[in-house]
């Protein structure tokens, strides 16, 4: 009956319909993703004796059995700055999560703020393996989790507040990866991992641990100060979160002829939004945009970045991507915006896509730094018979190209080897952007994407539009009648 409904419309508005597809940033209390989606969530250890994590390295090392959970925005399992729970402390304090599991289980009914809970069987060896899988949705689209660092006095690693809805593209995360620091939840005032029960009265907020000048510590600061961040202490695990299922396949796009997108580019990178670090020659390297099919991608989330989208990251160069555009199949038009432009400024240019080519993708680098950027990946603005006009408005985080170790806007090149995945650069992630006080970094600016109209087109492919979709009605309602009617 979809046709009927599209037919309908179509016969009420004759002009071509308006589909606004507004995204909200990245952790917002609404999601864009769909349905549900199963994820495998695998943390690998790193703590042992040459990890650099502390000066010591307790015999009995390991991590207690991890509890992870999905849940919606109003729920929060832990997170910097804030207390921790009764359930929180119990898992730092001794590794048991049995007041943890209570507390989930009180949010978990329908309705509730908890969707999936996983506990571990067991305690887990500091350089040991650990999987599970949990389900999200799109009300539930968060994941946290935590386990004890053992022994210690309530100290943990874990992750607060994931969201596995990428914003950029409205789908779900393929495949997140992050680094597990050490945690203190504020509960327990030991200094090392042997030290005594000695209660935290009153209790302190939960902080990441760094290096101290403090000879009973076990983060001690080293002697070598030569590193900018040596009070930063290593990472103790990481976790991938990996998904096991796919996006159900969309409708392909029955929208008529070429359009062209205006993509204008706003830049929001300034000392007041972003204090830290903020670097005197701030500026964006010049926009490239390109209209293309589904099977075609510039740069995904947990993929490898190809050479040109390196160049682009770590240089702002867009010589290679242009190369790579031209010689890839599925690429209806691609344009560069003149630029570089300042932190603040604007960009654009026009992209034209059809119902072969409906996605717009766009990248563009974050200067000066290692191999960071801001874009957009595979947004499609077809929506059935009608393509989407906007203003739609996607706010810009900073990816990580995966290609260069550097941790500063100033970072000398430090090539990563092997490479790793682009991933999003978050308030925990250890550099430039790092930020225990919050929990999300405000945008470096946004991308619009706005149909050009032009009314006699419209009004020609309105009627067609029309046809195309009393045809696709007339073809359904004749295989329901074979498949609910046969003759006899």
């Known amino acids: 009956m979809a046709a009927i409904s599209i037919a309908l419309g179509l016969l009420s508005i004759v002009a071509a319909a308006s589909a606004d597809g507004h995204v909200p940033p990245e952790g917002s209390k609404f999601s864009y993703c769909h349905g549900k989606a199963h994820y495998k969530i695998s943390v690998y250890g790193m703590w042992n004796e040459s990890g650099g994590q502390s000066h010591e390295f307790p015999n009995n090392a390991m991590f207690s059995p991890f509890t992870s959970a999905s849940h919606n925005f109003d729920y ?14 119990q898992v730092a304090e001794t590794g048991a999560n049995t007041k943890l599991v209570e507390e989930l289980e009180t949010y978990k009914y329908p309705g509730g703020n908890v969707y999936d809970i996983k506990t571990g069987s067991g305690p887990v060896p500091p350089s040991g393996h650990y999987t599970t899988e949990i389900y999200t949705t799109t009300e539930y689209h968060f994941v946290s989790l935590i386990s004890m660092i053992f022994p210690s006095p309530d100290w943990f690693i874990g992750v607060y507040n994931l969201d596995l809805c990428i914003s950029d593209t409205a789908r779900w995360a393929r495949r997140r990866t992050l680094n597990l620091y050490a945690w203190d ?29 403090d000879p009973y510590s076990s983060f001690q600061i080293p002697d070598d100060h030569s590193d900018p961040m040596y009070k930063y202490v290593p990472k103790f695990a990481t976790v991938m979160f990996e998904r096991l299922d796919e996006d ?5 796009c029955k929208a008529l002829g ?31 945009a390109a209209g293309h099919s589904a099977e075609y991608h510039m740069w995904v989330p947990g993929m490898k970045s190809s050479p040109g989208v390196q160049t682009v990251a770590e240089t702002g160069n867009a010589t290679i991507l242009q190369g790579e555009l031209n010689a890839a199949h599925g690429i209806e038009d691609h344009m560069t915006a003149a630029g570089p432009v300042r932190s603040n400024a604007t960009m654009q240019t ?5 119902m072969y080519h409906s996605y717009i993708s766009a990248i563009s680098m974050i200067f000066p730094s ?3 950027f801001v874009g957009v990946s595979s947004i499609d603005l077809c929506d059935g018979y009608f393509w989407k006009d906007g203003p739609i408005i996607f706010r810009l985080l900073p990816w990580d190209a995966g290609t260069d170790d550097g941790l500063t806007f100033a970072s000398d090149d430090a090539v990563t080897d092997p490479q790793a995945d682009i991933t999003l650069i978050t308030t925990d992630t250890m550099g430039a952007f790092y930020n225990r006080a919050r929990q999300h970094i405000a945008p470096l600016g946004t991308i619009t994407l706005e149909r050009k109209k032009d009314p006699d087109v419209d009004y020609r492919n309105a009627f067609q539009t029309w046809k195309n979709a009393m045809n696709d009605f007339q ?10 009617c046969p003759s006899s």
Do not use: C
């Open 76 to 89: 929060t399992m832990w997170r910097p700055m804030r207390m921790a729970s009764e359930g929180v402390q």
């Open 185 to 213: 939840a504020g509960t327990d005032s030991g200094r090392n991992f042997s030290a005594n029960d000695w209660p935290t009265d009153p209790k302190e907020y939960i902080t990441l641990i760094v290096r101290e000048d």
């Open 248 to 252: 159900e396949e969309k409708p392909k």
């Open 258 to 288: 070429t359009q062209s997108y205006h993509v204008r580019f706003q830049g929001d990178w300034t000392a007041e939004n972003h204090p830290r670090d903020f670097p005197n020659n701030a500026h964006f390297s010049p926009l490239v």
């Open 350 to 354: 026009y992209v034209d896509v059809d």
């Open 370 to 372: 290692p191999d960071w």
């Open 475 to 484: 073809e359904q309602f004749e295989q329901w009648k074979n498949d609910e």
